[in-house]
């Protein structure tokens, strides 16, 4: 999804609960080919209260003033992700009668 829309000033950000970035973090990060910035998070931190993350993985689509406009707790389906990535792109059509 980065790769797709990234030319779209759609920002993606990784966050691991991994505070110190232990050797699995990083060989997955590695291994995985991710390009986009990764934040070494914990649960104490504002990041995780911010969000009041609850389950892992949790995905969340925000907005440019900052507002969740989707989240998902457990895994998500890509199909379901990039459709709500997709309509934050799609300009409504302004029909006047």
Same mark, same amino acid.
């Given at each position: +999804?980065? /790769?797709?829309?990234? *030319?779209?000033?759609?920002?993606?950000?990784?966050? #691991?609960?991994?505070?110190?970035?232990?050797? $699995?973090?990083?060989?997955? +990060?590695? /291994?995985?080919?991710? *390009?986009?910035?990764?934040?070494?998070?914990?649960? #104490?931190?504002?990041?995780?209260?911010?969000? $009041?993350?609850?389950?892992?993985?949790?995905?969340?689509?925000?907005?440019?003033?900052?507002?969740?406009?989707?989240?998902?707790?457990?895994?998500?389906?890509?199909?379901?992700?990039?459709?709500?990535?997709?309509?934050?792109?799609?300009?409504?059509?302004?029909?006047?009668?």
């Amino acid at each position: +999804i980065f /790769r797709e829309f990234r *030319t779209d000033s759609l920002m993606v950000v990784g966050i #691991t609960l991994d505070s110190v970035g232990n050797h $699995q973090t990083v060989n997955h +990060i590695e /291994r995985n080919k991710i *390009t986009y910035p990764i934040l070494f998070d914990n649960r #104490t931190s504002p990041t995780w209260l911010a969000y $009041q993350v609850k389950s892992i993985p949790s995905l969340y689509l925000v907005n440019r003033e900052g507002q969740i406009i989707r989240q998902w707790r457990g895994a998500s389906e890509k199909s379901e992700v990039e459709a709500a990535v997709r309509s934050l792109f799609v300009k409504p059509v302004n029909r006047q009668e």
